[in-house]
């Protein structure tokens, strides 16, 4: 604020050694290593088991994004109970539930039902005590695949994809209607907007033609 009439100078105190209290980030890029080495670890801890939970896709809100997609908290218990899994234990296998998110439309219950029908397809569960597999588990076979490596084990992805509710139209996708259809609208605002005075000069012209011919 700037100092207006004869006031006093204030006295500001520039004296306190403030170098002392300044904090740097000189080890930004150490500490992104840590963390990238952390998330290897993790991942390599974890295997074959998703570092991430499956998340469902749902849209951005308001009318300016609701054209994007992104990932939503958790699937709604109508997702989970058309996928035939219960909801205690989707949190056990890495799906993500959200008791408040409500289905407001087909497309996005259908497009979630198949989300979590295609990752509990893919996804091998080891039963908890060896040799004594539950319903749902995976078979023997499957397990000593999996452990050895040699069977092919499938990337659960759970990330989303970025997609946009529509696309660009090419000009040859358009009809013949529809080509150059910027220009005829501008055309057809122009020619409403100068109706009356375009009216009025061939009024103007109309009676200075009679008049000379008279």
């Excluded at 497309?107 to 908890?128: D, G, H, M, Q």
């Excluded at 529809?178 to 109706?195: H, M």
């Amino acid at each position: 604020m700037a100092i207006k009439h004869n006031q006093q100078i204030p006295n500001n105190h520039f004296h306190k050694d403030w170098q002392r209290r300044v904090r740097v980030h000189f080890d930004q890029p150490g500490r992104k290593k840590r963390r990238r080495e952390a998330r290897l670890q993790k991942a390599a801890k974890l295997a074959p088991r998703p570092v991430d939970k499956l998340r469902p896709i749902v849209r951005c809100p308001t009318i300016k994004y609701n054209r994007r997609v992104r990932a939503g908290r958790g699937f709604t218990f109508d997702e989970l109970k058309e996928a035939g899994i219960p909801r205690k234990f989707a949190r056990t296998i890495g799906i993500a539930v959200d008791h408040r998110r409500r289905n407001v439309s087909m497309e996005s219950l259908t497009k979630n039902v198949e989300r979590l029908k295609s990752y509990r397809a893919r996804l091998i569960l080891f039963p908890r005590v060896n040799g004594k597999p539950k319903q749902g588990d995976a078979s023997s076979e499957q397990i000593e695949a999996t452990k050895s490596g040699e069977g092919l084990l499938h990337q659960i992805r759970v990330g989303i994809a970025q997609e946009t509710g529509h696309s660009e139209v090419q000009k040859s996708e358009m009809g013949e209607g529809e080509k150059e259809a910027y220009r005829r609208l501008r055309e057809v605002r122009s020619e409403a907007r100068l109706v009356g005075v375009r009216e009025k000069r061939a009024k103007a012209k109309a009676d200075e033609a009679q008049s000379a011919k008279k």
